[in-house]
């Protein structure tokens, strides 16, 4: 039922957005089958392929900008800047549910901080039972990281990792599902290694998210997760060097997690 649901919810997202898209397609092409000159006609169909060209580089410069800005912000010893990042990035998004998933993005990085009371007071203003199953799970998945973050309640946290996951199923095929996925399964495969039940998925799914320059908190997560791996397997070196990523990506989760020794 969730898949089905969630698929719905995103397919909606996806249509508000592209109204605006769909428009000015049948307004350009219903000017150019109007003219009479093929120069005027190829000259519009163009000119809309190099605007929305443009519109795409915009939006993906803005977001390699956002995540840049989000990666010095994870760096200060405070969650000051990187609430501050949150609130301007989700100030002008008309997107459905934006103050849910403002309250998991504003928990999700005070949970990196060790400010376990803070976190859950951010998801508090939130209704999450009467949201849709994909918004459920974002609130699910920030008491997930408070869970294993802040209180070391790893069983818990572990708990609550499959239980984002299972409500936030898309049907394969379904735009945006691979983002989603990447998100749910690196917080299981977090909350696994601390509980050392690892299974095969485990370290590879850690090992891409700790790649993810475009996505600072989930890389900053995925290397803790691959430090305590290391750290479980007595691995003196390895562990090392994770450490040091993990300090340069985020000093603040290490030192909590880790003690910062």
């Given at each position: 039922?969730?898949?089905?649901?969630?698929?719905?919810?995103?397919?909606?997202?996806?249509?508000?957005?592209?109204?605006?898209?769909?428009?000015?397609?049948?307004?350009?092409?219903?000017?150019?089958?109007?003219?009479?000159?093929?120069?005027?006609?190829?000259?519009?169909?163009?000119?809309?392929?190099?605007?929305?060209?443009?519109?795409?580089?915009?939006?993906?410069?803005?977001?390699?900008?956002?995540?840049?800005?989000?990666?010095?912000?994870?760096?200060?010893?405070?969650?000051?800047?990187?609430?501050?990042?949150?609130?301007?990035?989700?100030?002008?998004?008309?997107?459905?549910?934006?103050?849910?998933?403002?309250?998991?993005?504003?928990?999700?990085?005070?949970?990196?901080?060790?400010?376990?009371?803070?976190?859950?007071?951010?998801?508090?203003?939130?209704?999450?039972?009467?949201?849709?199953?994909?918004?459920?799970?974002?609130?699910?998945?920030?008491?997930?990281?408070?869970?294993?973050?802040?209180?070391?309640?790893?069983?818990?946290?572990?708990?609550?990792?499959?239980?984002?996951?299972?409500?936030?199923?898309?049907?394969?095929?379904?735009?945006?599902?691979?983002?989603?996925?990447?998100?749910?399964?690196?917080?299981?495969?977090?909350?696994?290694?601390?509980?050392?039940?690892?299974?095969?998925?485990?370290?590879?799914?850690?090992?891409?998210?700790?790649k993810a320059k475009l996505f600072p908190k989930l890389q900053a997560i995925a290397v803790a997760g691959l430090a305590a791996h290391a750290h479980r397997a007595d691995t003196a070196e390895h562990f090392e060097a994770r450490r040091r990523e993990l300090a340069s990506l985020a000093p603040k989760l290490d030192e909590v997690f880790f003690g910062g020794e």
């Open positions: 039922m969730s898949k089905q649901q969630n698929r719905k919810y995103l397919l909606g997202l996806w249509a508000r957005s592209l109204v605006p898209v769909v428009l000015c397609v049948m307004v350009v092409s219903t000017l150019a089958s109007s003219s009479r000159s093929h120069v005027y006609s190829s000259a519009l169909l163009f000119g809309m392929l190099g605007f929305f060209g443009f519109i795409a580089g915009l939006v993906w410069w803005k977001v390699r900008g956002t995540s840049a800005a989000m990666a010095r912000a994870l760096r200060s010893p405070t969650p000051e800047l990187a609430l501050d990042l949150v609130d301007r990035s989700f100030r002008t998004t008309t997107v459905a549910d934006a103050d849910a998933f403002l309250a998991q993005t504003r928990s999700g990085v005070l949970a990196l901080y060790g400010e376990g009371e803070r976190a859950r007071e951010a998801l508090r203003p939130v209704d999450w039972e009467r949201r849709a199953p994909l918004v459920q799970a974002a609130g699910v998945v920030s008491e997930s990281l408070i869970a294993l973050i802040c209180d070391g309640d790893f069983a818990r946290g572990l708990s609550d990792a499959y239980r984002a996951r299972a409500l936030a199923e898309v049907t394969p095929g379904t735009l945006g599902r691979k983002t989603s996925n990447r998100l749910y399964d690196t917080v299981v495969a977090f909350a696994q290694v601390l509980v050392n039940e690892e299974q095969a998925s485990t370290l590879p799914t850690l090992e891409a998210s700790a």
